[in-house]
């Protein structure tokens, strides 16, 4: 105890696209406690503030071990004043007084649950918190309307609102590939988001389409949502045009990328077949101890993206994540580098042009960063 390797000051560099960050967290009970702040800040649209614990809770996540004292922390970067308040208070009384109150506050505790709903965002939760909806049961007796997206995720709210296990991934990623290859011969397709940086658990399953054969993936996203309908695993489904064009802040692109990039918000419907794999058919009969009412299926929440070849390796890395291991390279580039990236694209400002890349290698080389595999971008 009390040697100098233990109390030596950490040292991390402050992108987080400069660091590894692998699954393997030593401050758990810290990154909690300013994740859930940050949950806080971006349910009451206070993102730069969210921003901030999530930064400040990234670099805990990246340290060798366990922070012992305050001194330790000393010229690590994003740590500000209110990140520092919250660790101090934890590792001198065990927990934060904010983190406590903020789990304890009604408000908090609505946003919650009415942002748990998929198709409810911070800005509509705040609305009916406003009108004296705090939970499911005030939403159903007031009745306000609800978009069909909305509708969905109140239906299958239980299920939506249960972690997605790698094997229910896998499962519905060889649901997806068939339906895949027999849309399109020759489409690949691809695991992203969490699952694809070694997650054991997710939000969704997230999954990036293309063609080796630049063009071929035009209209690839309809037939998909078909045939995935006609087969009745789809229990919502709602598929959005490539918007790149419209952004205000990227770069115009050629006309002809107008429609090759899409994606589908979707609740896809697991049943007990595709989980066990067709394999074993005995498996699939009710053994008669479940409980009553127990449905041989589950809803999962599934995000498509199809992607030109051309753009793939940016969509790889885009769709990657986490979230702010993305932000954190956007503004690398912008900051340090002068270079716009986007899901799509990396544009040179200095040289005025696009910088190609076939693969996420490219792109780190191309934004002078070393290469960070999927399972070290868990920021
Ligand atoms: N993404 C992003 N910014 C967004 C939405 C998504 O950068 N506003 C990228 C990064 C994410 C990926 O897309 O990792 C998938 O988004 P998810 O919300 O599904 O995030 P994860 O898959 O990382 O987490 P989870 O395990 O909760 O699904
Ligand atoms: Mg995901």
Redesign the pocket.
């Given at each position: 105890q009390g040697n100098e390797a233990e109390v030596a000051a950490f040292s991390v560099p402050s992108y987080a696209c400069q660091r590894r960050t692998t699954l393997e967290n030593h401050n758990t009970v810290l990154t909690d406690a300013l994740s859930l702040l940050a949950e806080n800040a971006e349910l009451s649209e206070e993102d730069g503030r969210g921003v901030a614990f999530r930064r400040a809770a990234a670099v805990l996540k990246a340290l060798p071990k366990p922070v012992a004292s305050m001194t330790q922390l000393r010229g690590l970067p994003c740590l500000g004043e209110h990140s520092l308040r919250v660790i101090k208070d934890i590792l001198e009384n065990g927990a934060s007084s904010e983190v406590e109150s903020t789990k304890q506050s009604e408000r908090y505790k609505a946003l919650k649950v009415l942002t748990g709903i998929f198709g409810v965002g911070a800005r509509t939760a705040d609305r009916w918190i406003r009108d004296g909806i705090h939970n499911l049961r005030q939403l159903q007796d007031s009745g306000p309307t609800l978009n069909r997206a909305q509708q969905a995720g109140l239906e299958h709210y239980d299920d939506l609102n249960q972690p997605v296990s790698k094997s229910d991934a896998d499962a519905i990623g060889e649901v997806v590939e068939k339906a895949v290859v027999s849309v399109l011969p020759g489409a690949h397709m691809t695991l992203?988001?969490?699952?694809r940086?070694g997650?054991l658990?997710?939000?969704?399953v997230?999954f990036l389409i293309t063609h080796p054969e630049e063009g071929r993936e035009v209209g690839l996203m309809p037939k998909l949502v078909s045939w995935l309908e006609s087969q009745g695993f789809l229990l919502y489904q709602k598929t959005t045009r490539n918007s790149y064009l419209e952004s205000k802040d990227g770069p115009a692109r050629p006309a002809s990328n107008m429609d090759r990039f899409e994606r589908c918000f979707s609740i896809f419907k697991l049943t007990k077949e595709e989980k066990r794999g067709t394999k074993h058919p005995e498996t699939l009969t009710e053994n008669g101890t479940k409980p009553a009412g127990h449905k041989p299926w589950r809803a999962v929440r599934v995000?498509l993206v199809v992607s030109p070849i051309s753009q793939f390796a940016f969509a790889l890395l885009?769709?990657?994540?986490?979230?702010l291991f993305?932000?954190e390279l956007r503004r690398w580039a912008g900051h340090e580098k002068s270079m716009s990236l986007s899901s799509h694209a990396l544009y040179d400002n200095r040289q005025s042009k696009y910088l190609r890349a076939t693969s996420e290698e490219e792109i780190f080389a191309h934004l002078g960063l070393e290469f960070v595999p999927p399972s070290e971008r868990n920021a």
């Open positions: 992203i988001g969490g699952f940086r997650k658990t997710g939000h969704d997230d995000d885009g769709w990657t994540g986490s979230k993305e932000r």
